[in-house]
């Protein structure tokens, strides 16, 4: 069984610029979380896709978007960057019709400079 | 709304030493209550979680956890720890279909 896999593991960017940042969810798992987690903070949710379609959102500006594909993969959107962007990125999955436990990647740690 | 907050934020331990790790919730619904464990450079591991019936949970790595709905608690315990249980320990409320973070607490365990 495959766990959840995110890609890149690093990466740094320029204030303004764009980001996207990528996720394979674990086998089975239709349900995909995105969570921001800033130095020394916990985790914070970002948003949540279900089946291809946004069912959540945390308190996070518009210019963080997603998509999830038919295969459950899911991408974070991130435009114009700003220097508080800089944070580790958790893609988290778990199956839509099964228990609550979100299953994590290990992250991508952004840097935006 | 949901919040958890973790009591403390550094705890330091000599190896083979007892540990508590405490987490307070609040919660207007019935709870889902997770216990994960970040390494340095690393996501988020999932040590154990109270779902429904005992209110004693234990999971890997040797730990267990209390579930005490009139003091709203979750406090995740080790009889004996070890430098490799040096790392971030995160408690977690399940709500609305997303996971709500405590700040977390950095175990440290001294040889």
């Known amino acids: 069984e495959t766990g959840v896999t995110q890609s890149p593991t690093h990466l740094i960017k320029t204030r303004g610029q764009q980001v996207t940042l990528r996720c394979s969810s674990q086998?089975?798992?239709?349900?995909v979380s995105w969570y921001q987690q800033a130095l020394g903070q916990g985790p914070q949710f970002i948003f949540q896709?279900?089946?291809?379609?946004?069912?959540g959102r945390g308190n996070f500006p518009p210019r963080f978007s997603g998509l999830q594909f038919p295969n459950y993969s899911s991408e974070l959107n991130v435009n114009a960057l700003e220097l508080d962007d800089s944070a580790l990125y958790l893609c988290?999955?778990?199956?839509?019709?099964?228990?609550?436990?979100?299953?994590f990647g290990q992250g991508t740690r952004l840097t935006v400079v | 709304a949901q919040s958890v907050t973790q009591l403390d934020s550094q705890v330091p331990v000599f190896e083979e030493a007892p540990v508590e790790l405490r987490c307070n919730y609040s919660s207007s619904v019935s709870v889902y209550l997770f216990w994960y464990v970040q390494y340095p450079n690393q996501g988020l591991q999932l040590l154990l979680k109270?779902?429904?019936?005992?209110?004693l949970v234990k999971g890997i790595n040797g730990f267990e956890a209390e579930f005490n709905k009139s003091q709203t608690s979750f406090h995740l315990r080790k009889p004996s720890v070890h430098i490799s249980d040096t790392a971030e320990y995160f408690c977690?409320?399940?709500?609305?279909?997303?996971?709500?973070f405590g700040q977390g607490t950095e175990l440290s365990v001294k040889p």
């Open positions: 977690a409320v399940s709500g609305g279909g997303k996971l709500i």
């Open positions: 109270y779902l429904s019936g005992s209110t």
């Open positions: 896709y279900y089946r291809e379609e946004e069912n």
């Open positions: 988290a999955s778990r199956p839509g019709t099964g228990g609550p436990e979100a299953f």
């Open positions: 086998s089975g798992h239709n349900t």
